[in-house]
C-alpha cells in the first residue's frame, strides 16, 4: 500500500458509534476504525505522543484522565487499524467553541489521511451540535501540521508568546467560523 493512499475516501460500514473503514479491494488485513477514547486507551495515546514528540509527552496520564473526567464536555477519537491504535485527537468543547487541544498520527500511518479523517469528524459533529467555532493552538515552527489546519479552513487569528514552556516557543492562534461554509 503505497505511502499516499488515502483509505479514508473508502467508507464501507456505519455503526453507531463507530465508523469502520476498510480499503475497496475488501482486504480485511486493513481494517479501520474509528471510535472514542477509553481509559484504557490512554497508555497508547501516550506511546504515540512519545514516538511523534521525540520522547517528550506534552499530555501524561494525569492531563487525559482529567479531560476524560472533567467536567466540560469532550470528544476523543482514535483511529485503530488491526487493533492498533495508530492516531487520536482531542477536542473540548465550551458553550460556543471547540477547542482542540491533541492530535497526533504515528509516523508509520501518516500522510495517509488519518488525520484529516479525525479532524473532519470533529468538525462535523461539533457543526452539527450547533457549535460556531474550532480553534486550537500550533507550534509556529509545526509547518505540517499548519498545512493540516489551512486546508480546513483555520486562519491564524493572533500569536501567543512564549506559550511552550518546554523550549518558550510561541504558538499561532488558529481559528475556524462554521458561518463561512453557511
Ligand atoms: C500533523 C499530523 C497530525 C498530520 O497527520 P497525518 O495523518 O499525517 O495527516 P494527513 O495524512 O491527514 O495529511 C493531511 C494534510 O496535512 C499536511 N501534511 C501532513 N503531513 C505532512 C508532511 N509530512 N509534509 C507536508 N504536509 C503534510 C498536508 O497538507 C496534508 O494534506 P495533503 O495530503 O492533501 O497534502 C502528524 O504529522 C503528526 O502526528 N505530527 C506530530 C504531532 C503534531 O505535530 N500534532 C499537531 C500538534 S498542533
Redesign the pocket.
Known sequence: MSK?S?FFDKVRVLFTKQIVYLPKEVDLGELFLIREVKYTDIRHLIA??KE??EGEVPWGKTAFLSELNGPQAVLYLLVECDQEVV?FIGTRFDEEDGH?T??????E???????????NEVKETARKAGYESLS????VS????Q?????FGFVARSVKKRYYHSNNEDALDMFYRFEEER
Open positions: 499516499k488515502n504515540i505522543e511523534v514528540y492516531g482542540i491533541n492530535i497526533a498520527v504515528s509516523k500511518f501518516q500522510g495517509r489521511g488519518v488525520a484529516t479523517t479525525l479532524l486550537l493552538e500550533v507550534r509545526n509547518m505540517d501540521a498545512r493540516l489546519y489551512r486546508k
